[in-house]
């Protein structure tokens, strides 16, 4: 998801970007087997582009990701190392979910190192449309992003922001995902006084192509306009946006839950983002409460 210069929240820009291990092999003794169609195996598990799947009732979903970037042609010696938890939450069956994330960042600018919470996200997401055989989804998102950062060290913003997403999901026969999404966030009143209110977009798109039900092949694209205060006192506007390969495999137990495991190595396309990183992606989820449903 997801930055000093690319935040999700819609600020500066970094961790924004990042707001999303390989094993290999056939599923372990005592785990579920290979759902009947490869497509069925793993889904909203991608690290940039959100997929339009809410959790099933009484699912939870524990998302951790971590990412290690350096910027080696434009700021020499600059290096990240973003931190993002989210927990999401089943609200009144499929329909409704809700969510938190939280990240942390270390940031390394002219050799020194600082390290902050970034702005927190509260987060509603409604299942608007979902198609159980070809999987085509539309789940419009609505977040509350509390200015829980440090905006003088570029971890956060000063006052409460709000943001809209609208991820929409398919399929192409049995292997093949395709996820689009298209947002903005509003920042009203931030900055300095005289304070400042800003208006950033994002659009993403994503291919994920399933060798099974367990292991999948991602090509992730994200971009980020943004608006930010410069030292002359004028707002100035960048563009930042990666593209990101990556892989994902799933460890499904036979009480239903699920380990997935993720690389990504996010690839800076402007001068706003790093210029090469690493994705560490670990999601577990499980059954807390209610019956499996029977089909």
Same mark, same amino acid.
């Given at each position: 998801?997801?930055?000093?210069? &690319?935040?999700?929240?819609?600020?500066?820009?970094?961790w924004q970007l990042y707001a999303l291990v390989i094993l290999a092999g056939t599923s372990?003794?005592?785990?579920?087997? =290979?759902?009947?169609?490869? &497509?069925?195996? &793993?889904?909203?598990?991608?690290?940039?582009?959100?997929?339009?799947?809410?959790?099933?009732?009484? +699912?939870?979903? !524990? +998302?951790?990701?971590?990412?290690?970037?350096? =910027? @080696?042609? $434009?700021?020499?010696?600059?290096? @990240?190392?973003?931190?993002?938890?989210?927990?999401?939450?089943?609200?009144?069956?499929?329909?409704?979910?809700?969510?938190?994330?939280?990240?942390?960042?270390?940031?390394?600018?002219?050799?020194?190192?600082?390290?902050? +919470?970034?702005?927190?996200?509260? /987060?509603?997401?409604?299942?608007?449309?979902?198609?159980?055989?070809?999987?085509?989804?539309?789940?419009?998102?609505?977040?509350?992003?509390?200015?829980?950062?440090? =905006?003088?060290?570029?971890?956060? #913003?000063?006052?409460?922001?709000?943001?809209? /997403?609208?991820?929409?999901?398919?399929?192409?026969?049995?292997?093949?995902?395709?996820?689009?999404?298209?947002?903005?966030?509003?920042?009203? =009143?931030?900055?300095?006084?005289?304070? !400042?209110?800003?208006?950033?977009? /994002?659009?993403?798109?994503?291919?994920?192509?399933?060798?099974?039900?367990?292991?999948?092949?991602?090509?992730?694209?994200?971009?980020?306009?943004?608006? $930010?205060?410069?030292?002359?006192?004028?707002?100035? @506007?960048?563009?930042?946006?990666?593209?990101?390969?990556?892989? @994902?495999?799933?460890? #499904?137990?036979?009480?239903?839950?699920?380990?997935?495991?993720?690389?990504?190595?996010?690839?800076?396309?402007?001068?706003?983002?790093?210029?090469?990183?690493?994705?560490?992606?670990?999601?577990?989820?499980?059954?807390?409460?209610?019956?499996?449903?029977?089909?």
């Amino acid at each position: 998801m997801y930055p000093n210069k &690319i935040r999700c929240a819609g600020t500066k820009t970094y961790w924004q970007l990042y707001a999303l291990v390989i094993l290999a092999g056939t599923s372990p003794a005592g785990m579920a087997g =290979d759902p009947e169609r490869p &497509i069925d195996g &793993i889904m909203d598990n991608s690290f940039f582009v959100e997929e339009a799947y809410n959790q099933e009732p009484g +699912i939870v979903q !524990h +998302i951790f990701t971590g990412v290690y970037s350096v =910027d @080696r042609l $434009t700021s020499p010696g600059d290096k @990240r190392l973003d931190f993002v938890f989210t927990q999401e939450w089943p609200a009144y069956g499929q329909a409704h979910q809700l969510s938190y994330t939280v990240p942390y960042s270390f940031v390394r600018n002219d050799g020194r190192w600082t390290d902050g +919470i970034g702005d927190v996200f509260l /987060n509603y997401r409604y299942q608007a449309y979902f198609n159980e055989k070809t999987l085509t989804a539309f789940a419009p998102r609505f977040s509350l992003v509390f200015p829980t950062g440090d =905006d003088d060290r570029g971890f956060g #913003n000063e006052g409460l922001g709000y943001q809209w /997403n609208l991820p929409f999901s398919t399929t192409f026969g049995d292997r093949l995902f395709a996820h689009a999404n298209a947002g903005l966030t509003y920042l009203p =009143d931030v900055g300095e006084r005289p304070s !400042h209110s800003f208006l950033n977009y /994002n659009f993403g798109g994503s291919l994920i192509y399933c060798v099974s039900g367990t292991l999948n092949f991602m090509l992730e694209w994200f971009g980020y306009w943004s608006e $930010t205060m410069g030292t002359t006192g004028k707002v100035e @506007r960048q563009f930042a946006s990666l593209i990101s390969p990556g892989v @994902r495999y799933a460890v #499904n137990f036979k009480n239903g839950s699920q380990l997935v495991l993720g690389l990504g190595v996010p690839l800076g396309l402007t001068q706003s983002t790093p210029d090469v990183g690493v994705l560490f992606y670990v999601s577990f989820e499980h059954r807390l409460f209610g019956k499996e449903e029977t089909k």
